[in-house]
C-alpha cells in the first residue's frame, strides 16, 4: 500500500513537471563589443527563472550563433550557472558580417532533460572603433609629448642655444681618437652582436658614422668587426658617407669594415685576436652585449686602450662601468647620435621628450596624492581634507 502511494506521488509530480515548461533566460542582448579593434560580440542575459524553482535544475546554458534569423546555428559557448545575470564574448566573429544569437537553457525535472531557446537576438556585428576612451591618458600623454617635440625642434632651427647636460662618455670621443691619432694606432669600433633590426644597433651605427667623419679629419685608422652581415654592409656605406663629408674619400678603405662570424664567443675570439694583434689606441663598444661584454672590455684593458662602452642591457653595464673608461647608460646611448652631432631635429626631439616626460611624471605624481587625499584624508593646519567625503553626493 504504501508503496503504490509513493508510485502516485511520483507521477503526479512528473506530470506537474511535464505540464510546465523549462524557463528561458531574460532579457538576451547582443551587440559589439565596445573600444575594440573589431572581431568580437558581447552576449548578454539574465538567469532563468528556473534556477531558483523548485520543479527545474538548471544545468547550465549554451549561446548559439548564426548568420541569419533561420539559418544554421553553431555553439559558441557553454557558461556554468550560478549567478544572477551573464556576459560572454564571442571572440570568434568575423568583422562587418551580421550575426544572430540564441542563448539556451539546459534543465532537469525527475531525471528527464530538457532545454528551452530564446528568439534570435540579432543581427549584430563586430566593427573596429577608432579611439577607445579607456586609454584617454595616453592620448593626452602622446599631445604633450609631440607638442614638446615641436617646440623645441621649432628653438633648435631658430638657432637658439639648447642646454644638454654633459654626458662624460662622449666628450670623451674627440679625447680617444685624438689619442690614436697621436700613437699612430687604430681605433676599434664594435657595434655589439645583434643585427640592424635591434635599436641598439640602429644607434650605435649613428654613432659610427660620427665617430667615423672624425677619424677621417684625424687621418687614424677605423676597424669595425661585425657579427652580422648586413650590420657589415650598413656599417660600410655609413662610413663611406662619413670620409666623403670629411673630404677624404681616398682614406676609406672597406676591407676594415669586416663580418667575422654569427656565433657569440666565436665573434668575441675573433675581436679579442683583432685587439692582441693590432694594439688599438681606443676602443668603443656601442650597442647589444651579453655575456661577451666583460670579455671585450678586459681584453681591452690589457692593452692599455682608452674604452668608451654604451649599452641598453641592463645585466652587462656593472661590467663596462668596471672595465671601462666611460660608460653610456641606458638613454645615455640613443642620445649620443643628437649630443654629437648637434642637429637641430635631433636635438630638437631629444629635449622635447625630456621635457615631455617631465610633466608626465608631474601628472602621475599629482594623480597619486590626489588618489590618496580622496582615500585617506590628509590634515593641514589642523583642517582636515578628504576629497571622498567633500564630493560625496548626499
Known sequence: MRSALVAIGWCILVGAAAAQTLHTAASVSAADTPEDAGGSIDVAWEASPDEAGEVFEVLGYEVWRATSATGEYRKVADVEPGKKSYQITD??????????YKVKVLGEAFGEKMDADTAP?????????????GRLNMLIASIILATFILLYISKARAGQKLFIRRIAGLEAVQEAVGRATEMGKPVLFV??????????TIASVTILGRVATMIAEYDAELLVPCARSLVMATAQEVVKEAYLEAGRPDAYHRENIRYLTDDQFGYVAGVDGIMLREKPAAN????????????LAETGHSIGAIQIAGTAMPSQLPFFIAACDYTLIGEELFAASAYLSREPRLLGSLLGQDWGK???????????VTAFVAQFGVEIGGYSINLAQLFEVK
Do not use: H
Open 191 to 200: 657595434p655589439g652582436i645583434a643585427d640592424i633590426d635591434d635599436i641598439q
Open 121 to 133: 537576438r540579432g543581427p549584430v556585428s563586430a566593427s573596429p572603433q577608432w579611439f577607445r576612451a
Open 358 to 368: 617631465v610633466l608626465i611624471l608631474a601628472f602621475i605624481i599629482l594623480g597619486a
Open 91 to 100: 571572440a570568434t566573429a568575423e568583422t562587418g558580417v551580421d550575426y544572430y
Open 284 to 295: 668603443f663598444y656601442l650597442g647589444t652585449f651579453y655575456a661577451e661584454s666583460l670579455i
